[in-house]
């Protein structure tokens, strides 16, 4: 770490309006239009072949995905740029080779989950990072490190399925077989520089594409043309969701709460305060969320989404050979996690008695739509999970999958139950309202575990394949 101050500004964040989310093929389309402050704010498609068809692209053949952007994408460089890396993650730097990338977690001193993102690796002191704002700019100017971080300019588009390499390969032009999981390197896409990097939420084999906004839209078509041989689709909003919970990968604002409102050392960082007051509404309220709903027979204990990283599965990323903040609450958690990730196999019929409530006079909530976060629904859904009379975990991210032709939802249970078969219940209904008992089953996790990203040998499927 440098002697003297660096005196970083505060990156200000601005509107970037040329993402492609609506187009003129299109139009007659339905949308969601959110707003969640100067990073976070546009229009969604809600679906453009179906949600259904979507949902099995990355099944069968590929698709593109773009409502990511803006990309909260920053730029990192300087001398210190490891020495703040170990203090603010629970990730080890002994190896970060250039062109690899890191999932990146901040954690609070309890061991808690704040954000995770993508951390990527550009040169000797040369980084670039998406969604870790504003954790990595309040611990680089707390810390005193010699460091810079600059606001990026680059889009991320994302395509996943069996066809992705392909699809990538035919917009470059060139064989990318040699891209190894969670690594990246350059290329070019409609006469424009991108940066592929192989990594993806729906488990099966994914790339991104990332580049300037100013070649975004360029870009964008010529991988849908470059896709339509390979039966391409684009992504809406419910089908992006899913790709989680299939692919074994719980979200923040979907799955889990940060604990960033509990968290008192960034309370008074500027940039913090901006982002949230966009957020989540003016930041007042019991858990300092705003506007921020919540559904589900959890609904009124919104600090059991509160994660670890035990317990979204993500263990293994945590090291402790360096000093980072959460470092001792995770050193005891490590011992014995006391959950564990599963997946969750709801029972049809008891599913089936929810809908046909909606045909009485004392209906329970309703479950019939594709997931819990479309057309307007709050954002986080949580309902309780029994067994034996006992409370052992707390559900999210429901959803109908049209390939599988069952509903499943993500759940840390406590680690003796997780074992495939065990039998459950889900409290589905609001508190004070209709509420009933739902039959499910610890399943498969993650879900989705054929051609799985990270097991993959691309230079076995050959240029073209």
């Not at 996690?337 to 209906?363: A, C, G, H, K, Y």
């Not at 019939?368 to 009379?389: K, L």
Request: glycine share 10%; net charge negative.
């Amino acid at each position: 770490m440098s002697d003297q101050p660096t005196g970083m500004p505060v990156p200000q964040f601005h509107y970037s309006p040329i993402v492609p989310y609506v187009d003129s093929e299109s139009t007659n389309k339905l949308y969601c239009a959110y707003t969640a402050g100067p990073l976070w704010a546009g229009v969604q498609p809600f679906e453009y072949t179906g949600w259904r068809d979507e949902a099995k692209s990355w099944h069968e053949n590929c698709y593109l995905h773009a409502n990511l952007n803006p990309a909260a994408h920053i730029k990192i460089s300087g001398p210190d740029c490891t020495a703040l890396f170990k203090h603010a993650l629970v990730n080890s730097f002994e190896k970060f080779p250039i062109g690899g990338g890191k999932h990146a977690i901040f954690c609070d001193e309890n061991g808690y989950i704040l954000d995770d993102g993508v951390l990527l690796r550009l040169g000797e002191n040369d980084y670039e990072g998406f969604c870790l704002s504003p954790y990595m700019e309040f611990y680089a100017a707390q810390g005193n490190y010699n460091v810079k971080i600059e606001n990026g300019n680059d889009f991320v588009f994302q395509l996943a399925g069996p066809n992705s390499l392909a699809v990538v390969q035919a917009a470059t032009g060139e064989d990318l077989t040699d891209i190894k999981f969670f690594h990246h390197r350059k290329s070019v896409i409609a006469d424009k520089p991108v940066t592929i990097l192989r990594v993806g939420m729906a488990g099966s084999l994914a790339y991104e594409v990332h580049g300037d906004y100013s070649d975004g839209v360029a870009i964008y078509q010529a991988i849908l043309e470059a896709g339509k041989p390979y039966g391409l689709r684009r992504l809406g909003t419910p089908a992006y969701d899913m790709t989680h919970w299939e692919g074994g990968f719980p979200q923040l604002f979907l799955d889990w709460l940060s604990t960033c409102h509990q968290y008192a050392p960034i309370q008074d960082f500027p940039m913090f305060k901006m982002l949230q007051s966009g957020r989540m509404g003016d930041g007042s309220g019991e858990w300092g969320y705003g506007n921020m709903r919540f559904e589900g027979s959890a609904a009124e204990h919104p600090e059991l989404l509160f994660r670890t990283p035990y317990d979204n599965a993500w263990g293994k990323t945590v090291r402790f050979d360096h000093d980072f903040v959460g470092r001792d609450a995770l050193e005891k958690l490590a011992q014995n996690p006391p959950r564990t990730m599963v997946t969750l196999e709801w029972n049809e019929e008891d599913v089936l008695d929810v809908i046909r409530t909606q045909f009485s006079d004392d209906p329970c909530l309703d479950i019939s739509e594709p997931d819990d976060f479309s057309f307007g629904h709050p954002i986080y859904h949580s309902d309780f999970v029994y067994a034996n009379g006992e409370q052992v975990g707390v559900t999210s991210g429901r959803m109908m999958s049209p390939y599988y032709h069952k509903m499943i939802s993500l759940c840390p249970i406590k680690s003796a139950l997780a074992v495939e078969g065990t039998p459950v219940e889900i409290l589905w209904g609001m508190p004070g309202e209709r509420q009933m008992r739902i039959r499910a089953t610890v399943a498969r996790y993650p879900y989705n575990n054929e051609f799985r990203n990270d097991k993959v040998d691309a230079s076995a499927l050959g240029k073209g394949k």
